[in-house]
């Protein structure tokens, strides 16, 4: 069973454990203040692009998708894959559904500590009796704390990247809880339930145990005001992430193979009329797969040159790098 694939374009997940970057969240803040301003209630999109912010890429089950791409381990197994949205098989998600996940996330932010998870349970408008699960994230400024942090684990974090231009900024680890089975995920409803309506909040929480088998690492790289953005995401499942049409326009991407390595590369310029459809204009990104030797795991990577500022050949450098 996946966790939480309950949610909407967020939490959606073909494999719920990988988390996102939420960086439409401050649109969705805005909309939600003009909310309250004309009365009670709230607006839930919390719509994110998992790191693939230029190309608009989200992770999400709930819709019918073409297959575009894919990449595979050491196996030969499809580990992950890239699918195009139908806009009109959009099951499950209902303005009902975001309001629930908005409000669920604005209570993450306030009540949870960094490195923490929890199962929130949301009264109003929740007529399926969901439960949406949220991540705090740990925030790290210096590569040694981040280092002590990911001990152990097969993960490369350079000081430096791209011919050693870009220098580490800042970086974020984020731990998924423990998969609830459907009997525990079940009576906890229950459970959450109850709380909210006998405490009369209207919502009620659980904390959930984080083992840190699954995570996901989401650091900025910058040199000169340009950045790039890098993320290494850790699961045992496979990753179908779905793209959005809206924000396919002026993106062209390639399947490499590079000394056998299967690579991802994409490149995404602005549309006249639709500069506001992706969350960065311009730029390129790329994609690759790292196996960990024996093991059922692998390390997904993705890298955002915001703004395009390095080559193509740049780019599959810096990705082999990152292989090594």
């Known amino acids: 069973m996946n966790r939480d694939n309950d949610r909407d374009l967020r939490q959606l997940f073909h494999n719920a454990r990988l988390p996102e970057t939420d960086l439409t969240r401050p649109v969705m803040k805005k909309l939600l203040e003009s909310k309250a301003e004309k009365g009670r209630g709230t607006l839930n999109y919390r719509v ?26 050491h196996h030969g197994d499809i580990v992950y894959e890239e699918k195009q949205i139908d806009p009109a098989d959009r099951d499950g998600n209902t303005l009902e559904n975001q309001l629930r996940s908005l409000k669920s996330g604005q209570l993450a932010d306030r009540l949870l500590k960094e490195g923490e998870a929890a199962a929130f349970y949301i009264a109003e408008g929740n007529p399926d009796r969901k439960i949406d ?43 998924l809880p423990d998969e609830l089975s459907d009997e525990e995920r079940s009576k906890l409803t229950d459970q959450l339930e109850k709380q909210a309506t006998e405490s ?19 650091s900025v790289y910058e040199h000169g005001g340009k950045q790039l953005l890098v993320q290494a995401t850790k699961s045992d499942e496979k990753t179908v992430v779905q793209q959005s049409s809206a924000g396919s326009e002026g993106v ?11 690579l991802l590369y994409g490149e995404y310029t602005a549309v006249p009329g639709k500069e506001t459809s992706r969350e960065i204009a311009t730029g390129k990104g ?39």
Do not use: C
């Open 286 to 324: 790329i994609s690759f797969i790292y196996p960990i030797p024996d093991s059922k795991f692998y390390i997904w990577y993705h890298i955002e040159d915001v703004g395009g500022h390095l080559s193509k050949q740049e780019l599959i450098d810096l990705a082999l790098a990152y292989l090594k």
């Open 252 to 262: 062209k991407k390639e399947k490499l193979n590079v000394d056998g390595t299967e």
């Open 133 to 175: 699960i949220e991540r705090a994230p740990l925030h790290f400024k210096t590569l040694s704390t981040l280092r002590e942090q990911l001990k152990g684990q097969p993960i490369q974090l350079m000081d430096t990247v791209a011919g050693q231009k870009y220098k580490f900024e800042s970086a974020r680890v984020t731990y």
């Open 48 to 73: 994110s692009v998992f790191v693939l912010v230029g190309m608009l890429l989200t992770v999400s089950s709930a819709f019918a998708a073409v297959h575009l791409y894919s990449l595979t381990n």
């Open 200 to 218: 009369g909040k209207g919502y009620a929480m659980q904390p959930l145990r984080v083992s840190g088998d699954h995570w996901s690492l989401f």
